[in-house]
């Protein structure tokens, strides 16, 4: 896991521009580190294929291949689109600790990995629905 405040960023904009370009609700989750509550996120229950791309800056995170039905409300998959597109970070926050999943060129909050997901890798990437944005194949 890395210290994402010592990364070099590709996409560095100010609060006020992250303001400008995202809903309320996608600024408080990506930008604010927020979470959406279970069921009411975008995509959610989303069943098509195509790719799952940053709401920030649209890099391409997760390929509706590797979606999988958790059960808990909230997108989940058990692999990024490619290595290097999420980077994994410490979180300690609420009294616990964490594996947070942030995008890579940006920075944004995405969700958390937990070690209970299914085959082939055992992993449930649970992403927040408002972080990412969903393009059907051949679109």
């Not at 996120?41 to 791309?53: F, M, R």
């Not at 999943?101 to 299914?118: I, K, M, N, Q, S």
Request: hydrophobic share 30%.
């Amino acid at each position: 896991m890395e210290n994402a405040t010592h990364r070099q960023l590709k996409v560095d904009k100010t609060d006020a521009e992250w303001r400008a370009i995202l809903t309320p609700e996608q600024y408080a989750v990506a930008r604010g580190h927020g979470t959406e509550r279970p069921f009411t996120g975008p995509n959610w229950d989303q069943k098509a294929d195509g790719i799952y791309a940053c709401v920030c800056c649209h890099r391409p995170l997760f390929d509706a291949e590797t979606k999988f039905e958790s059960g808990t409300g909230w997108p989940s998959f058990y692999e990024p689109v490619e290595d290097g597109a999420v980077v994994e970070v410490v979180d300690r926050t609420h009294g616990m600790v964490r594996t947070e999943v942030r995008c890579t060129d940006c920075d944004a909050h995405l969700g958390h990995v937990f070690e209970d997901g299914p085959r082939p890798t055992g992993l449930r990437y649970c992403m927040n629905g408002y972080a990412m944005e969903f393009t059907p194949e051949g679109e």
